[in-house]
């Protein structure tokens, strides 16, 4: 089983720039790996995903050129840089990484990272 743990949270303000990092405690190479979101009184939402090898990257339309994923196969590791932030930006953050051929709610899920942004 795997574990994963974010970092890189906190409170910045509007139009700054945060790196999440997300770090999973075995080896995720053949996994997808992702991030969602999730705002007060509001469900998870996706943010953006990409493929084991890393070729493919999925993002939402809300953070497309704003946001990069990228992944360290090597480390275990995959991170989300957000940049031009937006208070409508502000969430809990999950990394989550599920096999291939699953889905994301049966994934191994981190505990969340606050992220902020002010007006």
């Known amino acids: 089983q795997v574990q994963v743990v974010e970092s890189g949270g906190g409170f910045v303000q509007a139009g700054g720039s945060l790196r999440l990092s997300c770090a999973a405690s075995?080896?995720?190479?053949?996994?997808?790996v992702g991030w969602f979101r999730q705002a007060p009184g509001k469900g998870r939402e996706f943010v953006a995903s990409v493929s084991w090898t890393g070729g493919t990257a999925r993002l939402s339309d809300s953070v497309k050129g704003r946001f990069t994923i990228s992944r360290d196969n090597a480390k275990n590791t995959f991170d989300l840089q957000m940049n031009s932030l937006k208070p409508e930006d502000t969430a809990v953050y999950y990394c989550?990484?599920?096999?291939?051929?699953?889905?994301?709610?049966?994934?191994?899920w981190g505990q969340g990272t606050q992220v902020t942004v002010s007006s």
């Open positions: 075995g080896s995720i190479s053949t996994y997808v």
């Open positions: 989550v990484a599920v096999n291939a051929d699953s889905t994301w709610n049966r994934g191994y």
